[in-house]
Every structure is written in C-alpha cells, then in structure tokens.
C-alpha cells in the first residue's frame, strides 16, 4: 500500500520560508504525477503545485508561482516543497497527493502557520 508522509510544516512569520518534504513509501513511476495541495480552516482543499516525472514539467497555481518551487529526488522517492514569501492568508494544512495508474493517494498533512 502506499504511503505519503508530509513534513516540514510549522510557524513561520510573513516574508519567511518553509520547505516541505513528502516521502513516499513505493517507488515513483515516471509517469506518475505528484503535488501538494492546501486547505485552510472553512475552505475547499486547492491545488498548490505538481511535477510530472517523465518530463520534470511542473505546474503552479498563479497564486504561488515566482515565490514556491516543486522538486522531486528520484533516488530518495521524495518531493518537496520550497516556500518563500509566505502569506498570513497561505495557513493552511498542506497535503501530499500522488496520482498513479493504480489510484490517487494522499498524505495525513502538514500544517503551516503563517503569522502577521
């Protein structure tokens, strides 16, 4: 079965960073897409980012492009998640989501706090 673990989250003041980290328990097949999403309190889970394996394409919600940044260790079977410029309204639980041939999986979430 496979497992994401999320990590990394924590309390961060505005303008700070945070790197988030997403260790998946199976290997990651290269056409597999892996992201993160969020949700904050009362709202829908979004999407925040994702890379595609076979071609290490990327892709950002407008909200965070220029400021996060998405990368994957193959040979660790990992994704992370570079966070800069963080907002007070970017709290939320972040959460690891790995699409496969075989199903979607997600992971228990990290939680970020960012304060004013």
């Known amino acids: 079965q496979v497992q994401l673990v999320e990590s990394g989250g924590g309390l961060v003041q505005a303008g700070g960073s945070l790197t988030l980290s997403c260790a998946v328990s199976?290997?990651?097949?290269?056409?597999?897409?892996i992201g993160w999403f969020r949700q904050a309190p009362g709202k829908e889970r979004e999407f925040v980012a994702s890379?595609?394996?076979?071609?290490?394409?990327?892709y950002y919600a407008d909200s965070v492009k220029g400021r996060f940044t998405i990368s994957a260790d193959r040979s660790k079977n990992a994704v992370y998640l570079q966070m800069n410029s963080l907002k007070p309204e970017e709290t939320a639980v972040y959460y690891c989501?790995?699409?496969?041939?075989?199903?979607?999986?997600w992971g228990q979430g990290t939680q970020v706090t960012v304060s004013s």
């Open positions: 989501h790995l699409v496969t041939l075989g199903g979607n999986y």
């Open positions: 890379i595609r394996y076979n071609a290490g394409r990327t």
């Open positions: 199976a290997r990651i097949y290269s056409s597999n897409v």
